[in-house]
């Protein structure tokens, strides 16, 4: 008996590697890939601190305790008062030492606006790809643009893993406004209550709804209803919610221009085409807001010659839906924000495994 047992366990093992082996041949690209960012993901985590180690500890600046006390104010009110799921997020704290953590790049057609997807196993299909090394994330731009590709690579400032894992406080968060850093952590624990596997635009748009209404509910409950604080952000919000529809008209501007193209026309022809239309969607933002947000779009926008149409899928894919979400939530749920959570968990079964 302890050998025919002896047999199986050789067998089942005989098995098991040969499928492995099959996967990593198959998936190969994808393996590496997911080798990498589990490197990345442990070295956060194995470099994490205890929060209540932290605020403990005499020497961490009391301005940034208060920080972090704020995080955890927010993540209080997001489970208690809008109804997202308890998690064991941001009880650690991971010191950045004032270095960029994460890139991000997207990647879209040169003349089509049709995002890039990556399909990971498990996980599922996405149109970005997250690289923990900056050299990484700089050698495939490059070799996306050598194959056509539109694209765009930013820093990220916080991601979720769906539960998987304890997303930590990140040090940069700490410097951020009470506003930016509300919406950010209701933002990033919305994707820990409902994600829908290879559903990337009903994600994003999701949690970017839910963390910009979550922040005015936040900043009402701590400053009140006619707090600067909440005059402010209201302010940044109407700018970039008008900043954003001019973006999609623009969108789909671009994408008649595309459509009107014939086969006769050259690349460069195409490009000049492309480009002299982009400059005039970008430049015609200075008519959307007057004053203060006027001045703070001239001094950080950007250069036309970065704006490409990953630039504009970013938008396509965060933010276009967002209105049909409001939408719903005033119209058929009376602004009862629990109601409406419920609804869409049942609705749109999560892919998050516990």
Known sequence: MWLGFKKFIKYFFLVFFIIFAGFIAFNFDAAVYGFRQAKGQLKIIFNTRPVKEVMADKTFPDSL????????????FAVDSLGLNPSENYTTFYNQHGKPILW???????????AKKWHFPIVGTFSYKGHFEKPLADSEIAELKKQGYDTQLNEVSA???????????????LYYSDARLASLIIHELTHGTLFVKNNLEFNENLADFIGEYGAIRFLAYK????????RKYKLSKKYGDAYTKHLIRGAKKLDSLYNSFNKDLTISQKTSYKFDLIGKIIASTDTLMKGEMQQSLKKNRRRTTQINNAYFIGYLTYQSKQ????????????????????????????????
């Not at 400053?223 to 909440?230: A, C, I, K, P, W």
């Not at 009376?334 to 516990?354: M, T």
């Open 104 to 114: 991000v790049m997207t990647a879209c057609e040169p003349f089509e606006l049709k």
């Open 223 to 230: 400053y009140g209803n006619d707090s600067e604080e909440l």
């Open 323 to 354: 209105n049909q979400f409001e939408e719903e939530f005033r119209t058929k749920f009376n602004q009862d924000f629990k109601k409406y959570l419920a609804h869409l968990k049942e609705a749109y079964p999560s892919s998050i495994v516990f």
């Open 159 to 173: 991601w979720s893993t769906l539960g998987y894992l304890k997303d930590p406080i990140l040090s940069s968060m």
């Open 65 to 76: 305790k208060k920080r972090i006390e704020l995080i955890q104010e927010i993540k209080k």
